[in-house]
T-cell receptor, first 114, second 113 residues
């Protein structure tokens, strides 16, 4: 069964450093997403991406964040200068259709900023 | 804005017990409702969904009914198994509001023998 993969599973970085979280969505999917979950809090939407551009972003997704689909398979989330409050589990997801269709999630990357 | 509220966990049950996890929502438009499940070390998986009022979503013995009058989508299962131990997330997406999912905080379920 096709699945979304994410690397690394755990990333530790120092405050102010740049991190890139990587995702490989399901191959025939067209819509891509990033969500995050701070420990003990809700899973929060960050950004959605379609047709090589951001289709929607949340207030959390400020200028420190960017997304890219550098080739036909990877989908990345870059945090330019990490802050302590960026520590969270980051989930990538993809879907084949828009609307009330299943989003397939990866296992997540745990980012720890020290 | 849109929001989802679900009961706090952990919920600990004996095998074969009846499960209810409460979920209520507020939405700016007409929502579709989902339950996602996360097993240890894995990503969130869609468990079931309902896209309009009075629809019942069901899968693997779990079911939930979209109740517009009470803005609820409670998850139920008649007889839980140890293998059902996981974290359960209620979520919504609003028609015409893009594809973003709005999640509740998740409820951890532990099923013991």
């Amino acid at each position: 069964e096709p699945e979304v993969t994410q690397t690394p599973s755990h990333q530790v970085t120092q405050m102010g450093q740049e991190v890139i979280l990587r995702c490989v969505p399901i191959s025939n999917h067209l819509y891509f997403y990033w969500y995050r979950q701070i420990l003990g809090q809700k899973v929060e939407f960050l950004v959605s991406f379609y047709n090589n551009e951001i289709s929607e972003k949340s207030e959390i997704f400020d200028d420190q964040f960017s997304v890219e689909r550098p080739d036909g398979s990877n989908f990345t989330l870059k945090i330019r200068s990490t802050k302590l409050e960026d520590s969270a589990m980051y989930f990538c997801a993809s879907s084949s259709e828009s609307g009330a269709y299943e989003q397939y999630f990866g296992p997540g990357t745990r980012l720890t900023v020290t | 804005g849109d929001s989802v509220t679900q009961m706090e966990g952990p919920v600990t049950l004996s095998e074969e017990a009846f499960l209810t996890i409460n979920c209520t929502y507020t939405a700016t438009g007409y929502p579709s409702l989902f339950w996602y499940v996360q097993y240890p070390g894995e990503g969130l998986q869609l468990l079931l969904k309902a896209t309009k009022a009075d629809d019942k979503g069901s899968n693997k013995g779990f079911e939930a009914t979209y109740r517009k009058e009470t803005t609820s989508f409670h998850l139920e299962k008649g007889s839980v198994q140890v293998s059902d131990s996981a974290v359960y997330f209620c979520a919504l997406t609003v028609t015409g509001g893009g594809n973003k999912l709005t999640f509740g905080t998740g409820t951890q379920l532990k099923v013991e023998l």
